[in-house]
């Protein structure tokens, strides 16, 4: 991470009023990552007004921080959500490079000023110009397997102690974005053994994180596997499926049950939504890059990883679903 760019951000921010916000239907890296950079901008500095908004958390989210509060009392995570967001000067999206992704707060949207902002994310970017960002000073670091690394990292550059709740909510971040460490790289495990202390016991952590399937969940990864198509490309499998939600659990239980590639789908009345995964070896082998893909696709929103990206569009289903194969499967032939 380039700390020079990031200094000059940083006295850019001072005695400013900042929103630190993130993606809707907020997962526990885009959670994790406000909340610590929140703390981090209100101990670097003695004046700064920093403000926080959620638009929706996920219900994993939910669920997490309410299984984390019962088992240690203590930890509480004040969400102050309603609060008056007027005057904001600065804006810090983090965990998305897309503005379709996030929804700002009422008094946001309406303010007529123009506020300026900046991304610090972990998703692939075509580094495209978007009025009122300032590009230069945008924190793209797309090898990072979560945004909450960025702020690991920044925690250790300015010698920042981090506190225990802190670092289970970091745990949680890294290990639910890097599918239970199955995308992690070798930066992951020197982060997540630094993180851990005598204080944290990885065991108890799993306790919080790990739960029995709910219901719907259940039910939705049944019916998404006995709608499956399947696809040959060479040696590869691709599977194609569709479920009214649930589509990224659809599509990782595709890949742990042997498929390569996994395309799952909910329709919707106005709008649908495509989830594809892909196994690490097939996106290694033959250079296949889902976010690449799905960011390129311009009947819809999408984007994210290597091995994992989804798509958010309104008409023109048959022709994306089409597009979206049609790339992958270019990919595998070119080997
Ligand atoms: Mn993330």
Redesign the pocket.
Known sequence: MNFQKFDILLSELSNKKVLITTHDQV?L??FTSCVLLKFFLETYFENIQVHLFFSRLSKFTIDFLTRLEKIYPNISYSIENGKNYLNIEFIIIL?TNNLDQVVFPESVKESKKKIPFIFID?HFNLNHDIVNNIKAYNIILDSNT??AEILYEIFMHYKIEIPIKFRYLLLAAIYT?TGGFKNANNNTFHHISDILNSNLKFQDFLMCVEKENDFPKKVAIIKGLQRVKIKRINTWLIGISQVGSYTSSVASTLLQIGFDVSIVYSKKPNSFRITTRAKKEICLKTGLHLGKILSEIKEGSGGGHDGAASLNGENSFESTLNQILEKIKKTLNNI
């Open positions: 997962d890296d885009g965990d972990h979560s945004t974005d």
